[in-house]
T-cell receptor
Framework: AQKVTQAQTEISVVEKEDVTLDCVYE???????LFWYKQPPSGELVFLIR??????QNEISGRYSWNFQKSTSSFNFTITASQVVDSAVYFC???????????FGKGNQVVVIP | GAGVSQSPRYKVAKRGQDVALRCDPI?????LFWYQQALGQGPEFLTY????????KSGLPSDRFFAERPEGSVSTLKIQRTQQEDSAVYLC????????????FGPGTRLTVL
């Protein structure tokens, strides 16, 4: 069964600080896909990144970076030099081959204080 | 190009009423998904279509929930005899391929059952 755990529920940071969101997943499959989505107050889920289980290379996109470690079943997300516009709920999600769904974690509420 | 659209954005129903929620996926996307998001939680899978075929409806919480996608494009989620516990945001997503491809989400329909 797919399972995603995001332990921190709410994280508050002062603007320009870095913030790291932890995501731990469980799966029996060797082929799977990991995602991060952002849900701002408007409510729409915005896609940030998709990573397959065979690609452990870390990725950086602007102020966003992701650290994928299969050994610890983690796919962590870091926002560098946070801005007020980063205030949102961030979801980590997992998809397995043959399983017709995304399994989401409970989300991390990030509050960036100006 | 246009993203996923959903209508209505907000719906208030009296307990026992039937409701219909509409989803317009991204043009050309084969797969369409419905998710239910309770307040403070991550989205939970309801059902999955590949073109017009409903391949997975294992997430539908009861037989009061029904979904269709008759021409392989627009989809409707119908809830009969609504109950208070049906109050949630209903999210629609579409992807070019299967569930392991990136799913793009609509803005959701917030259903409130009084």
């Amino acid at each position: 069964a797919q399972k995603v755990t995001q332990a921190q529920t709410e994280i508050s940071v002062v603007e320009k600080e870095d913030v790291t969101l932890d995501c731990v997943y469980e799966t029996r499959d060797t082929t799977y896909y990991l995602f991060w989505y952002k849900q701002p107050p408007s409510g729409e889920l915005v896609f940030l990144i998709r990573r397959n289980s065979f690609d452990e290379q870390n990725e950086i996109s602007g102020r966003y970076s992701w650290n994928f470690q299969k050994s610890t079943s983690s796919f962590n997300f870091t926002i560098t030099a946070s801005q007020v516009v980063d205030s949102a709920v961030y979801f980590c999600a997992l998809s397995e081959r043959g399983n017709n769904r995304l399994a989401f974690g409970k989300g991390n509420q990030v509050v960036v204080i100006p | 190009g246009a993203g996923v659209s959903q209508s209505p954005r907000y719906k208030v129903a009296k307990r026992g009423q039937d409701v219909a929620l509409r989803c317009d996926p991204i043009s050309g996307h084969v797969s369409l998904f419905w998710y239910q998001q309770a307040l403070g939680q991550g989205p939970e899978f309801l059902t999955y279509f590949q073109n017009e075929a409903q391949l997975d409806k294992s997430g539908l919480p009861s037989d009061r929930f029904f979904a269709e996608r008759p021409e392989g494009s627009v989809s409707t989620l119908k809830i009969q005899r609504t109950q208070q516990e049906d109050s949630a945001v209903y999210l629609c997503a579409s992807s070019l391929g299967d569930a392991t491809d990136t799913q793009y989400f609509g803005p959701g329909t917030r259903l409130t059952v009084l």
